[in-house]
């Protein structure tokens, strides 16, 4: 099983600042395979990035994806006061799991 | 508007079954693989079970394999999931979500549900 590990587990920053974020995978993953989650309070998750770096429909240009397996990030520019939520990186090369989540938080 | 509501939650002792259901609209079913995401309050996304577009390709988490079955009714756009031999380790909020690719078990996720809770105690 491909185990993903996200850091740091919390980001403290304040609206405006740049976010950045980690996801490590214990084995190689594509960047075809590799994906992005928001998820806020009471909330299903949101589809943010797919294929490492492909902002789903409807997502914001101040988020972006990069890396190539095993490193993978993901940037916030300049954070906004909805951008307060955890954070999951995914993996389906194989099989299918997710990574443990980053919470955002303000500062 | 492309919808995913699932049913089917609810208390079950340890060792007993349960069926959830998610009912799709919005969009034509059989374009899509779908999955079940499970999530313990406070805790991290789990990965349950996926199925493609026809039924003909499933895949397992290693904690569920052997006590859940996945399953599709297209005619019905709903999915289900089958499950037995719950344990304590079971409760969690159930989540189904659509997949961006119809021939895959395993994929992005881009439409998600609400969630039905299912508590084993």
């Known amino acids: 099983e491909i185990v993903l590990t996200q850091s740091p587990g919390t980001l403290s920053l304040s609206p405006g600042e740049r976010a950045t974020l980690s996801c490590r995978a214990s084995?190689?993953?594509?960047?075809?395979?590799l994906a992005w989650y928001q998820q806020k309070p009471g909330q299903a998750p949101r589809l943010l990035i797919y294929?490492?770096?492909s902002r789903a429909t409807g997502i914001p240009d101040r988020f972006s994806g990069s890396g190539s397996g095993p490193d993978f990030t993901l940037s916030i520019s300049r954070l906004e006061p909805e951008d307060f939520a955890v954070y999951y990186c995914?993996?389906?090369?194989?099989?299918?799991?997710f990574g443990g989540g980053t919470k955002v938080e303000i500062k | 508007e492309v919808q995913l509501v699932e049913s089917g939650g609810g208390v079950v002792r340890p060792g007993g079954s349960l069926r959830l259901s998610c009912a799709a609209s919005?969009?034509?079913?059989?374009?899509?693989?779908v999955s079940w995401v499970r999530q313990v309050p406070g805790k991290g996304l789990e990965w349950v079970s996926g199925?493609?577009?026809?039924?003909?390709?499933?895949g397992y988490a290693d904690s569920v394999r052997g006590r859940f079955t996945i399953s599709r009714d297209n005619a019905k756009n709903s999915l289900y999931l089958q499950m037995s031999s719950l344990r304590a380790e079971d409760t969690a909020l159930y989540h189904c979500?659509?997949?961006?690719?119809?021939?895959?078990?395993?994929?992005?996720?881009?439409?998600w549900g609400k969630g039905t809770t299912v508590t084993v105690s």
């Open positions: 979500a659509r997949m961006g690719n119809p021939n895959y078990y395993n994929y992005y996720m881009d439409v």
């Open positions: 919005g969009f034509t079913f059989d374009d899509y693989g």
């Open positions: 199925i493609n577009w026809n039924g003909g390709s499933t």
């Open positions: 084995q190689s993953v594509s960047i075809s395979f």
């Open positions: 294929g490492a770096s």
């Open positions: 995914q993996q389906f090369g194989s099989s299918l799991t």
